[in-house]
C-alpha cells in the first residue's frame, strides 16, 4: 500500500522568495517520488523525479527535491519564485521496482506567485 | 518528442448515454492508465491496464469500464453517464521499467 501527504492545499509567496511545497509518503515498498505540474488548461508535466540514485534531485526551472527516507519526506523547493510557477503542483509516489502499478498522487498543492 | 493523445479536450454528454474516452500513446509502453482528477482530490485511479486485453480496477472504478484490444490504445466507457461523472479525465502511459508516467492534456467532460 502507498499514500501520499501534501501538507499545504495553497501556498502564496512573493516574486524573488524562496518556494517550498511539502509532501509525505508512506509505502511498503521501495518508493519511486515524483513532482508533476501543472499549469491552467494544460496536462501534467514532470519536474523531477528520485528512482535511487542521488537524494538530492535536481529538475527543470530550478526545482530540486530531497528524499529524506527517514523522515518519509520529499519537499520541492525552488530558491527564488517567478511568476510563471503559479501552477498546480503534485506529489507522487509509485513503487520502484516495476512499472506495472499505478501511480498514487497527492492532493495537490496550488502555488501562487505574487507580484 | 514522446505523445499521449486523447480524442476529445471536451466533451458535453447527457445523462444515460454511454460515453467513449479514447487515449493513444507512441511509446510502446506495457502500461496505460485512466485517471479522474477533481478538485481538492488530486487524481485517482479509475482502471489500468498492463498488456492487451489485460485490465485491474483502480480505486474507482465503478460506473466504468475500460477497452485494450491494441498495445497503444486504450478506451475508458462510460455506460450511463451520470452527472456526477462529470469531471476531468486524464490517461498515462507508463513503460516496464517503472520510471515517469506520460500525461496526455485530458478530457473534460460535463455530463448534463
Known amino acids: 500500500a502507498q499514500s501520499v501527504t501534501q501538507l499545504d492545499s495553497h501556498v502564496s509567496v512573493s516574486e524573488g522568495t524562496p518556494v517550498l511545497l511539502r509532501c509525505n509518503y508512506s509505502?511498503?515498498?521501495?518508493?519511486?517520488l515524483f513532482w508533476y505540474v501543472q499549469h491552467p488548461n494544460k496536462g501534467l508535466q514532470l519536474l523531477l523525479k528520485?528512482?535511487?540514485?542521488?537524494?538530492l534531485v535536481k529538475g527543470i526551472n530550478g526545482f530540486e527535491a530531497e528524499f529524506k527516507k527517514s523522515e518519509t519526506s520529499f519537499h520541492l523547493t525552488k530558491p527564488s519564485a517567478h511568476m510563471s510557477d503559479a501552477a498546480e503542483y503534485f506529489c507522487?509516489?509509485?513503487?520502484?521496482?516495476?512499472?506495472?502499478?499505478?501511480?498514487?498522487f497527492g492532493s495537490g498543492t496550488r502555488l501562487q506567485v505574487q507580484p | 518528442d514522446v505523445k499521449v493523445t486523447q480524442s476529445s479536450r471536451y466533451l458535453v454528454k447527457r445523462t444515460g448515454e454511454k460515453v467513449f474516452l479514447e487515449c493513444v500513446q507512441d511509446?510502446?509502453?506495457?502500461?496505460m492508465f485512466w485517471y479522474r482528477q477533481d478538485p481538492g482530490l488530486g487524481l485517482r485511479l479509475i482502471y489500468f491496464?498492463?498488456?492487451?486485453?489485460?485490465?485491474e480496477k483502480g480505486d474507482i472504478p465503478e460506473g466504468y469500464s475500460v477497452s485494450r484490444e491494441k498495445k497503444e490504445r486504450f478506451s475508458l466507457i462510460l455506460e450511463s453517464a451520470s452527472t456526477n461523472q462529470t469531471s476531468m479525465y486524464l490517461c498515462?502511459?507508463?513503460?516496464?521499467?517503472?520510471?515517469?508516467?506520460?500525461f496526455g492534456q485530458g478530457t473534460r467532460l460535463t455530463v448534463v
Open positions: 498515462a502511459s507508463r513503460g516496464i521499467d517503472g520510471t515517469e508516467a506520460f
Open positions: 509505502s511498503s515498498y521501495s518508493p519511486s
Open positions: 528520485y528512482t535511487s540514485a542521488a537524494t
Open positions: 507522487v509516489v509509485s513503487r520502484r521496482d516495476t512499472g506495472r502499478r499505478a501511480l498514487t
Open positions: 511509446m510502446d509502453h506495457e502500461n
Open positions: 491496464s498492463y498488456d492487451v486485453k489485460m485490465k
